[in-house]
């Protein structure tokens, strides 16, 4: 399987304390590859038969700040307020999606500033926090939903699942007081990866 992503960082301000590698274009695509194989091979996962099959498959992963996913909110769920993560599923809205070996998921937004937020809240690193996000973002485009409990705590589940292939241990992604976000930033840059294919 072949991925095409599109990761725009552009809009975002990086703390200088933050991983240099946080938007590094071919790790995203190494993750969601990973999580995308993974969902793929365990029929226990729910996942359209069109994924599945899919030789090639096309996302987007953009990350904004709290004003910028405050507008996507209230355009498209009619909500004036941020939030941390937005899915726009392409399969959702087009059913009928030929097969012809390429399957376009759609678009996931995060919040850069509520994920800081979140990731304090949580006592862990930034990196994991958006890695949380970007999971959740992937399944709600692979047609997961959490109408009730019940299905939130088997979509969180996955996510936990999804997490450990790639970071089995998760050690050493606790976030100590002493890097907390400051004041100094650095602007993001549009990324994206070139279509292999």
């Known amino acids: 399987m072949e991925l095409?992503?599109?990761l725009d960082a552009g809009a975002v301000h990086l703390n200088r304390r933050d991983p240099p590698d946080l938007f590094d274009?071919?790790?995203?695509?190494?993750?969601?590859?990973?999580?995308?194989e993974s969902v793929r091979q365990?029929?226990?996962?729910?996942?359209?038969?069109?994924?599945?099959?899919?030789?090639?498959?096309?996302?987007?992963?953009?990350?904004?700040?709290d004003a910028g996913i405050c507008e996507l909110n209230g355009t498209w769920r009619q909500r004036q307020e941020p939030t941390d993560?937005?899915?726009?599923?392409?399969?959702?809205?087009a059913p009928d999606w030929p097969d012809d070996g390429s399957v376009e998921l759609g678009d996931i937004v995060i919040s850069l500033d509520t994920a800081r937020r979140q990731a304090l809240e949580h006592n862990h690193s930034l990196r994991r926090e958006l890695q949380?996000?970007?999971?959740?973002?992937?399944?709600?485009l692979l047609g997961w939903d959490h109408p009730d409990d019940t299905r939130l705590e088997e979509m969180l589940a996955c996510q936990d699942q999804l997490l450990n292939t790639i970071n089995p241990s998760d050690s050493g992604n606790v976030l100590?007081?002493?890097?907390?976000?400051d004041n100094e930033v650095v602007q993001g840059d549009f990324h994206r990866v070139p279509d292999d294919g």
Not at 42 to 65: K, M, N, Q, W, Y
Not at 132 to 140: M, N, T
Not at 176 to 181: D, L, N
């Open 25 to 36: 274009p071919c790790l995203w695509e190494t993750t969601l590859i990973t999580w995308l």
């Open 132 to 140: 949380w996000l970007a999971s959740h973002g992937l399944l709600h």
């Open 85 to 93: 993560v937005l899915s726009f599923a392409a399969l959702e809205d």
């Open 176 to 181: 100590s007081h002493e890097t907390e976000p």
């Open 4 to 6: 095409d992503l599109a």
């Open 42 to 65: 365990d029929s226990a996962i729910s996942c359209p038969a069109l994924v599945r099959r899919a030789e090639e498959i096309s996302l987007g992963l953009h990350f904004t700040d």
